[in-house]
C-alpha cells in the first residue's frame, strides 16, 4: 500500500469514487432489508459479501479491491434481474449506477495505483 499523499490525482479519485459507491450499496442493501423486513440469515447473504471487503477497501489492498470488483459481478446480476423485473424503480437504478460505479472505480484505482 502506497501513501496518499504519493498517489496520482486520478487514483485518489478513482479510490474516492469507489468507497462512496461502496457505502451506497451498502445502504442500498441495508434499505432493502429493512423495508422488506428480512429474517437475520438474509442480512448474512446480502450485506456478507461487500462487508468482507471493508477490511481492504480501507487499507487499499489492491487485491482486497480485485476480489470486491468480482463480487460485485453478483450484484451486478441481481440487479439487471430486478430491472427486468421493476424497470420503473429509481432504487434499483440507482442501486445499478453504483454496482457499475463501484466495479469500474475499483479497476481503475487498482491500475493507476500500480503506475504511481
Known amino acids: 500500500m502506497k501513501p496518499w499523499n504519493h498517489l496520482s490525482l486520478r487514483a485518489k479519485t478513482a479510490y474516492v469514487l469507489l468507497v462512496v459507491a461502496w457505502l451506497a450499496l451498502v ?10 423486513g428480512e429474517p437475520w440469515i438474509l442480512w ?7 462487508l468482507l471487503f471493508a477490511y481492504g477497501l480501507v487499507r487499499r489492498q489492491p487485491r482486497s479491491i480485485v476480489w470486491l470488483c468480482f463480487v460485485s459481478l453478483l450484484y451486478f446480476v441481481a440487479g439487471v434481474e430486478r430491472l427486468f423485473a421493476s424497470p420503473s424503480d429509481w432504487s434499483a437504478w440507482l ?5 457499475v460505479s463501484m466495479f469500474v472505480a475499483g479497476m481503475l484505482y487498482v491500475r493507476w495505483q500500480s503506475r504511481d
Open 44 to 50: 448474512v447473504g446480502r450485506l456478507g459479501p461487500l
Open 95 to 99: 442501486a445499478m449506477d453504483a454496482i
Open 27 to 36: 445502504v442500498y442493501q441495508s434499505a432493502i432489508i429493512v423495508v422488506y
